[in-house]
């Protein structure tokens, strides 16, 4: 059953300490509030989600487990559950179910923030149940027995190497611990049999004493968080088994440490969500580049790191949102706050200037751009503060011309696809990357499906799309080899964003015109692409492999920069390259050159 706003203010007034706050404030609430009907023995939400609401039972049962699966409360009609997560970066460290068909009213996450830091009694109730900070464990001093799986996937020495290979897969692990009797003898990984079997021709036959590494380094359990991670940094290695009293107990691979590292993402997000000014938020953004750097050690993937670090972006512009709406008031109409460019696309490192937007509702008045212009100066001076530098090109919410009303906005999409000269395929390519992120997300629905739709049919803004996708070219000289930049400034080096990843960003735009995908995220893109049929299956797999080294490679060359105490940015020395990573470089950038020539003479489907 759909409650009406009426109906939950009139509930809430019942329920602590929803029944502190004024009846407009109450009504105003009971406006955010969503309900929603879950039938008996259903998930709610499991441990490791992420949390986008506070949920408050209107009526049924709900059970909350911990992380062995053991209950932690029995909740019932009016109590609420969810603010833990939300106040420590958004994860749930818990799960919950429905022991009856349940109604559940869902309150969203920037809402309840903001409901906490306008009323003393929200703040006060739910900060009651918080645990004692002081002992709160970072990667550096968790022990080990926290962070390793146990027990380790493990197989005997005289195992065959066929017979590992299945293991393995059946497993989805990257490594098996060899022991005999409990005693660790050595370690198996996939590279070892693909080196020493595959490249080999050896017989599959072979057990894994003649393949596997012998005598492993090692830690025991008492071993803190960052003894694992200095020992993977200096032997170059991936997974260390734990060790007690000689017997095998368990193993710490990159995924772990990277688990851990996400946590700390999600608390620098919280910290964030907490901050009264921009300046304390400042404070928090400034660990970005170490983030950055302890990510990128502990081989997370390209694409998990620049989404955690936009999260914390995006983070920061809904707090500031909501800092501008305390000062100033409530908006006069709806409006919906969006990101375009890197942040937009979910895909920002440790080198991002802003680009933003704002869609103002079509009821808007002459006089209401007051306000809202505002609201938009407070928020990008606020993200400049942050360290989110004010655009170059002042594509920014706070420039007249991307503070507009939604029929004005339709109007630009309309005029760039009927015209599109050379200013037009610009805007348009940065538009198009356009993302929400706080206020009224269906003031954009509409406009982005009507957009897509129409902008696929025109061939010639396809075509003008194509020809700017092709400005970006990847660093190679006449013969094949890599070229540099000619930039003084940085003499023998690539640039690689504008042309490693940009070249990418731009094929994917294209791809998500043809083939009218709403995806931002350039990856998902390609992915998308080739399901949808835009991009082939071997072509969509050569460009992703690209793609990935390339957008790898850059963010390890910022975590060295930060490792040794330099400001990251993107112009890469490829002479500091190993000679397999710089051949690899060079075969991806061939690889975007034949598909920009491929898509450029109509065979996008390479």
């Known amino acids: 059953m759909a409650l009406s706003t009426e109906t939950v203010a009139e509930f809430l007034q019942t329920v602590h300490p929803y029944d502190s706050l004024d009846p407009a404030e109450r009504g105003a609430l009971a406006d955010q509030i969503t309900s929603l009907e879950i039938p008996k023995d ?60 349940t109604v559940l009213l869902t309150l969203p996450a920037h809402a309840f923030q903001t409901l906490q830091s306008t009323s003393d009694a929200v703040r006060r109730f739910f900060d009651r149940s918080r645990p004692v900070q002081a002992t709160k464990q970072t990667l550096a001093t968790q022990r080990v027995d926290s962070l390793m799986s146990s027990p380790a996937i493990s197989c005997a020495t005289g195992t065959s190497a ?62 803190i968080g960052s ?34 590292q996400a946590v700390t993402s999600g608390e620098i997000v919280a910290e964030i969500a907490g901050a009264d000014t921009a300046e304390d938020m400042a404070l928090v953004t400034s660990r970005i580049p170490q983030l950055l750097m302890q990510l990128v050690t502990t081989g997370t993937s390209h694409e998990v790191v620049t989404r955690l670090i936009t999260d914390i972006a995006d983070a920061a512009t809904r707090r500031l949102l909501a800092l501008a709406e305390l000062k100033l008031g409530a908006p006069p109409v709806p409006y919906l706050w969006l990101a375009c460019g890197s942040q937009g696309r979910q895909e920002q490192t440790g080198v991002s200037d802003q680009d933003n937007c704002l869609i103002i509702h079509d009821d808007m008045k002459p006089e209401d751009d007051t306000y809202f212009k505002a609201l938009a100066n407070f928020v990008c001076d606020g993200l400049d503060t942050c360290g989110y530098i004010y655009c170059p090109g002042d594509m920014m919410a706070s420039a007249d011309r991307w503070r507009q009303p939604l029929a004005v906005w339709k109007g630009y999409f309309d005029r760039w696809i009927e015209t599109p000269d050379k200013e037009a395929q610009m805007l348009a390519s940065v538009m198009f990357d356009l993302r929400p992120i706080g ?58 964003k504008h042309n490693g990843v940009v070249p990418v960003v731009d094929l994917g735009r294209v791809y998500a015109l043809q083939g009218k995908l709403i995806q931002a995220n350039t990856r998902a893109r390609l992915v998308a692409a080739q399901s949808a049929g835009v991009l082939s299956t071997t072509g969509g797999a050569d460009l992703l492999a690209a793609y990935d080294f390339i957008a790898q490679t850059r963010l390890e060359h910022q975590a060295n920069q930060v490792k040794a105490g330099v400001a990251p940015d993107n112009f890469l020395a490829p002479n500091a390259l190993p000679d397999f990573d710089r051949s690899h470089l060079r075969d991806a950038f061939v690889v975007i050159k034949t598909m920009q020539s491929a898509i450029g003479h109509g065979r996008g489907m390479l």
């Open 42 to 101: 259903q998930v709610i939400y499991a441990l490791g989600d992420t949390m986008d609401a506070l949920y408050i039972i209107y009526s049924g049962n709900v059970a909350v487990s911990d992380d062995t699966g053991a209950p932690l409360s029995q909740l019932t009609s009016r109590n609420s559950f969810g603010e833990r997560a939300l106040m420590r970066g958004g994860i749930a460290g818990t799960s919950a179910r429905t022991q009856s068909d």
């Open 162 to 223: 066929q017979q590992a290979a299945s293991q393995m897969r059946d497993t989805g692990v990257s490594a098996l611990c060899v022991e005999n009797d409990g005693e660790l003898k050595g370690i198996l990984t996939n590279r070892d049999l693909t080196s020493k079997i595959l490249a080999d021709a050896r017989d599959p036959e072979t057990p894994v004493a003649e393949i596997m590494t012998q005598d492993p380094m090692s830690l025991p359990p008492s071993a």
């Open 227 to 260: 003894d694992v991670l200095h020992l993977m940094m200096e032997k170059h290695i991936g997974h260390v088994p734990i060790v007690e009293a000689g017997k095998l107990v368990g193993i710490v691979t990159q995924t772990d440490l990277t688990r851990v």
């Open 439 to 496: 206020g009224e997300q269906s003031l954009f629905e509409n406009l982005q499906n009507a957009t897509l739709d129409k902008a696929a049919k025109n061939s010639i803004f396809v075509g003008h799309m194509i020809a700017n996708s092709l400005g970006h070219t990847p660093p190679l000289g006449l013969f094949g080899g890599l070229t540099t930049v000619k930039d003084p400034a940085h003499k023998n080096q690539i640039d690689m």
